[in-house]
């Protein structure tokens, strides 16, 4: 890990000054970062240290019904909240599909947002990537790609976004607010991220010294509580990142689909909502052939960036089984195993 | 730049005068507190073998900066049994077979009393193992492991039965 300056400001304007400079990180929890310098893939030279910021460890229900949560609310704490977790299921069903019980103890809701893609590549100092050193090329394009992105991607980059968290809240619409240079700001979660392109080092629109304070969801995404569900395809059943997996919600009345919110994870360098598959979605019935077709439009864009074609088929079904999960209702107590395509519920085919 | 922090170490006030701020937590129960209960595994968060509770919470030490915990409550395994009476969880493990060559022992042991403190689990074995998904044992005495934690939550449930009635 390569030196660096240690500060912990007292409030978020000494924190914006702080880490404007050239080469500044913000140090929330560390889960990742100090992962990452371990690595040697990040090396800032000043680390601010936020954990102490006043007001950003809370979260508050807002007038609209809605919840603003502080950047620095832990995983666990925000998962196993019962206000939050009857209101949001597939936001804490997410939560607690991602990492260990010690991660999600100590790793921050503004943290899980910034966290960076777990491309081999990108981890490993002796392979080009593009992300890490910009014009150097990219080894996981003609690599070891199985698990890489089929959407969005570019011949500059093909890794993942891997947040599950991320996933159902660009589906409710989640809001988030910066502290910056400038002032506050906000932005919806989903325009805080940018796909790669040509400059897949630039992984967000957040400028030097900005600041994630909260996260808003909005009052309007309660409405889906009854029928809101995270399902994640990982290759062992815990503490593993999403090969693929979806965010579903949707509101039925008398068999017919009034309104579907739908987004993917793993499948682009960001989460990847799929408003085109929501519009099929809208008034048909909740049976799997309607599934079906969402599923096909929300993953016709879709090419393979490597030996991974099986993952189109494999989000297709995923988003039918999430719908199907879905229209059979949030279930009272999220699952022994969290978003896991082995918690099954009664009737619903495996194969979907 | 002042890195002096002040922790509390299994009931122990410790000022402790860091030289570099890159120093984790783990490596500071270690190598500053001779503390060496506490096992470097993977180093990257990835085994469990270095859970200790910070403030109650398990989290892997190995993944913390020291400098940024100053003033926190950790508890260590050297720090649960009470003199020569071992914790409930430490005669479970014992009780039930559950390690082998015994590394990652202290991890899964103090992983194991953060699951029960956070009483999401209940008595389901399917919880336990997910709730314990973060610590990995190579010998595979994961069976045995899990057979320790239902026991030991039943047997410090009773225990505080007791204690309030």
């Known amino acids: 890990m390569n030196d660096f300056e240690y500060i912990r400001p007292a409030t978020v304007s000494d924190a914006i000054a702080a880490a404007a400079a050239p080469d500044a990180a913000y140090l929330a929890s560390g889960t990742n970062l100090l992962d990452l310098m371990k690595g040697g893939i990040s090396r800032p030279k000043r680390l601010v240290d936020v954990t102490r910021l006043p007001g950003l460890d809370r979260a508050e229900r807002l007038a609209d019904g809605g919840i603003r949560i502080g950047a620095m609310v832990r995983n666990a704490d925000l998962a196993h909240d019962p206000d939050f977790a009857k209101s949001y299921p597939a936001v804490a069903e997410a939560l607690l599909s991602g990492a260990s019980a010690q991660l999600r103890n100590a790793a921050t809701v503004g943290g899980n947002l910034l966290q960076r893609t777990r491309c081999g590549y990108f981890y490993d100092t002796a392979s080009a990537c593009n992300k890490r050193e910009p014009g150097a090329g990219c080894d996981a394009r003609h690599g070891e790609n199985r698990l890489h992105a089929v959407l969005g991607w570019s011949e500059a980059c093909i890794a993942t976004h891997p947040s599950d968290f991320c996933v159902p809240l660009v589906m409710l619409d989640a809001i988030v607010e910066i502290e910056g240079r400038s002032g506050r700001r906000e932005l919806a979660l989903e325009a805080l991220y940018r796909l790669p392109g040509d400059t897949p080092e630039r992984e967000t629109v957040l400028e030097p010294g900005d600041l994630i304070v909260a996260l808003r969801l909005p009052g309007e995404a309660r409405a889906f509580a009854a029928h809101a569900r995270y399902l994640k395809v990982r290759e062992r059943t815990s503490y593993a990142f999403a090969v693929v997996s979806a965010a579903a919600a949707l509101k039925v009345e008398a068999g017919k689909i009034r309104e579907a919110r739908l987004a993917l994870g793993g499948v682009a360098a960001k989460p990847w909502r799929a408003r085109a598959a929501e519009q099929i979605l809208a008034g048909a019935r909740a049976d799997a052939v309607t599934f079906r077709r969402a599923a096909e439009v929300a993953l016709s864009e879709a090419t393979p960036s490597g030996d991974n074609l099986f993952k189109i088929e494999l989000a297709k079904r995923i988003i039918v089984r999430a719908l199907t999960l879905a229209a059979a209702g949030t279930p009272a107590r999220i699952a022994a195993l969290p978003a896991s395509p082995f918690a099954s519920v009664s009737g619903v085919l495996h194969d979907a | ?165």
């Open chain 2, 1 to 165: 730049m002042n890195l002096s922090i002040s922790l509390t170490v299994n009931g122990l006030r410790r000022d402790i005068e860091l030289s570099d701020p890159r120093v984790t937590l783990l490596d500071l129960l270690r190598e500053r507190l001779d503390l060496t209960g506490t096992k470097k595994g993977c180093d990257r968060g990835q085994c469990g073998a270095c859970t200790v509770l910070v403030d109650g919470r398990r989290i892997n030490s190995c993944l913390a900066l020291a400098v940024s915990l100053d003033g926190a409550d950790i508890l260590t395994i050297e720090g649960v049994a009470h003199g020569d009476q071992l914790h409930p969880v430490q005669a479970a493990f014992i009780a039930h077979d559950g390690l082998q060559c015994g590394f990652c022992t202290p991890g899964q042991i103090m992983s194991a009393i953060g699951l029960i403190d956070e009483a999401q689990a209940g008595d389901d074995p399917e919880r336990i193992r997910e709730g314990m998904s973060g610590n990995l044992c190579r010998c595979g005495a994961y069976a045995g492991i899990t057979e320790a934690v239902l026991d030991a939550q039943q047997a410090l449930a009773t225990a505080n039965q007791r204690r309030s009635a």
